[in-house]
């Protein structure tokens, strides 16, 4: 079974960057379509990130484009997300999910990365 650990997340002043990695285990990054969601007190869950099972389309949340950039590292087995100028409003708990293809696929979470963007 796939698990994700994600890292990476800390206490950084606005304007500073972070990057997160979602390691993986159990199966290969590469047949899923991976993402980030963040979580921020008293708020929704937000999707901010998403790439292609082929590695080659990604999509951003409004909230992050031109700010925020995905990647995988299939020799790594690990998804990033470089987050750059951050903002106090991007503090959150960051997490990355993989979700199996096709019509009712089963998503898959890691536990999770806070991320403080406080001066």
């Known amino acids: 079974q796939l698990q994700l650990v994600e890292s990476g997340g800390g206490l950084v002043q606005p304007g500073g960057f972070l990057r997160l990695s979602c390691a993986a285990s159990g199966g290969s990054l590469d047949r899923y379509t991976v993402g980030w969601f963040r979580q921020a007190p008293g708020k929704e869950r937000e999707g901010i990130s998403c790439l292609s099972l082929s590695g080659i389309t990604t999509q951003y949340a409004d909230s992050v484009k031109g700010r925020f950039t995905i990647s995988r590292d299939d020799g790594q087995n690990t998804v990033y997300l470089q987050m750059n100028t951050l903002e106090p409003e991007d503090t959150a708990v960051y997490l990355c999910?993989?979700?199996?293809?096709?019509?009712?696929?089963?998503?898959?979470w890691g536990q999770g990365t806070q991320v403080t963007v406080s001066s």
């Open positions: 999910y993989a979700l199996e293809p096709g019509w009712g696929g089963y998503e898959y």
